[in-house]
């Protein structure tokens, strides 16, 4: 029997009590928050990092946010006002300021090039949608799914550049629109990629397609956890929420699939068809009209555009362009291939795949023709011919690799590798509804050379790439720099889903292929 006395008054003195300890608690519960990765617990264990992160290292993982857009515009500027220099760019924020230097060499709106930007994107949205095109199915989902994809990327990039070359040909569109309407289009795709963003993000919590692949750090779900969630710091969870993404496969309809359509129609198609920027001082109207028609792709026009400006045109500029070539149309070809990938398979849609398909790809991944077509450069026949050989290589090794593991999955393992029965491990995963999977680990031809040989035929492209422009300048070299760290960074991501998700089954066929690269090293 309890001996306290009943009435208001003593119910209101045990409220004030425990709003009392309230204040303590919560900087409790804040440092926990902001130190170390919380413990509640994530009924998916492979994916993207959910609710166990810290406060702080949420904030410090979503700087892309801010930092990818400062990085693009400066290497903007730096392209079209420094001479490629970022030493010369950075000389002058020194000595003007940051600030300065953004408010005068911006990229502006102008209501010509968001038009494009809207009419660019409803085109292919339209392509994407309606172009016939055979229907593959993806990895399954960490909660089950298993998503079906309709594979029309190479008929959209056949048909949008026989209707640039078509529109161009009759005089509807002007060839030389992209180059001097440059900076006007990056600042609209750049709007693009945060309002994509945005819609993402809200889309997650009030439409979201499939509710069960859904990982939060955020807020909201911190609060559908506990009561105390409410004091804990949210601004770097939800800054992570939105840079990484909260759905897995955000859809509308049966097959119009966001991630789909952002990696593979506006950014990729336009690195193969926009023009570079052009600073006035380099623009010309010697080049007669018809010569530039004949140049209907982004690389191919650096080449137009380099043949204007300079009246003739460098073997490297050619190396380079076939290299840009190769690859785009590589992820057309095998698009299907494509659905089993990390991008598809394992990242939520957010800003990182947002922002970084709409803004980041045309702009950043052809810095090394942008250069060339603004500043040649004259490397020997014999550099050009060694580099381009290595960059080829890296382009049959990447396409080697992925082609095995591609039979491997689609034969269950009954395929010949390498002369011989394909090697290979069987491991079981359980998704979230609490069924059980099996997949297989292949430990043979190149993947029992390295459990992650692609990569190695990329950074090799990637390298040529950068390489065959015959400069250090570190511009130039970005793009090889920047996948070299992208993908050991996919390398230590990949090792940690694979372990979570395989358990036994992966510490067994990480003891058979040892390496994660390149053998001896790493």
């Not at 989902?141 to 008929?155: D, E, S």
């Not at 993402?200 to 069960?212: E, G, R």
């Not at 955000?250 to 950014?267: A, M, Q």
């Not at 002369?419 to 993947?447: M, R």
């Amino acid at each position: 029997m309890d001996d306290k006395p009943s009435g208001t008054f003593w119910e209101s003195l045990e409220i004030g009590s425990i709003h009392a300890q309230l204040p303590m608690v919560a900087w409790d519960s804040l440092k926990f928050s902001l130190l170390a990765d919380s413990p509640l617990p994530n009924k998916i264990t492979w994916g993207r990092s959910s609710i166990r992160r810290s406060w702080l290292r949420s904030l410090f993982s979503a700087t892309p946010v801010w930092l990818a857009p400062l990085i693009a515009l400066s290497f903007f500027i730096t392209l079209s006002k420094y001479d490629g220099s970022l030493s010369k760019f950075v000389a002058a924020v020194l000595q003007e300021g940051l600030l300065p230097i953004f408010n005068a060499h911006s990229p502006q709106f102008s209501l010509k090039g968001t038009l494009a930007c809207i009419c660019w994107i409803a085109l292919q949205a339209t392509l994407f949608q309606y172009l016939p095109g055979p229907i593959n199915t993806g990895q399954r989902t960490p909660a089950g799914h298993l998503l079906a994809y309709r594979t029309n990327g190479l008929w959209a990039w056949v048909v949008t550049h026989v209707l640039y070359i078509g529109l161009c040909w009759f005089g509807v569109l002007d060839p030389g629109f992209v180059p001097r309407n440059w900076g006007a289009l990056v600042a609209a795709m750049n709007l693009a990629g945060f309002l994509l963003s945005s819609f993402a993000y809200v889309k997650a919590y009030l439409m979201p397609t499939h509710p069960d692949d859904r990982k939060y750090s955020g807020m909201f779900a911190l609060l559908a956890l506990s009561r105390l969630s409410l004091i804990t710091a949210v601004v770097g969870s939800v800054l992570y929420d939105f840079y990484m993404g909260i759905e897995l496969n955000p859809r509308i309809g049966k097959h119009f699939d966001f991630k789909l359509f952002t990696n593979g129609r506006p950014g990729l198609i336009a690195w193969t068809l926009m023009f570079v920027p052009s600073s006035n001082r380099h623009v010309t109207s010697t080049c007669q009209p018809g010569k530039i028609l004949t140049f209907a792709r982004r690389d191919i026009s650096n080449i137009a555009y380099h043949y204007q400006v300079h009246r003739r045109v460098a073997p490297s500029l050619v190396l380079v362009t076939i290299l840009h070539f190769l690859y785009v149309l590589d992820f057309f070809v095998n698009e299907a291939w494509y659905l089993r990938t990390i991008d598809i398979a394992h990242d939520h849609f957010g800003f990182y795949l947002a922002w970084g398909c709409f803004t980041w790809v045309p702009t950043m991944y052809t810095l090394q023709a942008q250069y060339l077509g603004m500043y040649p450069t004259s490397p020997s026949n014999a550099y050009l011919a060694v580099i381009f050989g290595i960059g080829l290589a890296g382009y049959a090794l990447f396409r080697s690799v992925n082609d095995e593991k591609d039979r491997a999955r689609r034969s269950g393992g009954n395929c010949l590798i390498w002369g011989k029965p394909a090697k290979y491990i069987t491991a079981e995963y359980k998704t979230l509804d609490g069924a059980q999977h099996e997949s297989i680990l292949l430990c043979s031809g190149w993947w029992g050379w390295s459990r992650h040989a692609n990569y190695v035929g990329d950074l090799l492209l990637s390298f040529a790439m950068c390489a065959l422009v015959g400069t250090s300048k570190i511009l130039v070299w970005f793009y090889a720099i920047f996948m070299t760290i992208l993908l050991v960074h996919r390398c230590i991501r990949d090792e940690e889903r694979g372990s979570a998700k395989y358990g036994a089954s992966w510490e067994k066929y990480c003891r058979q292929v040892p390496w994660r690269l390149v053998p001896g090293i790493w």
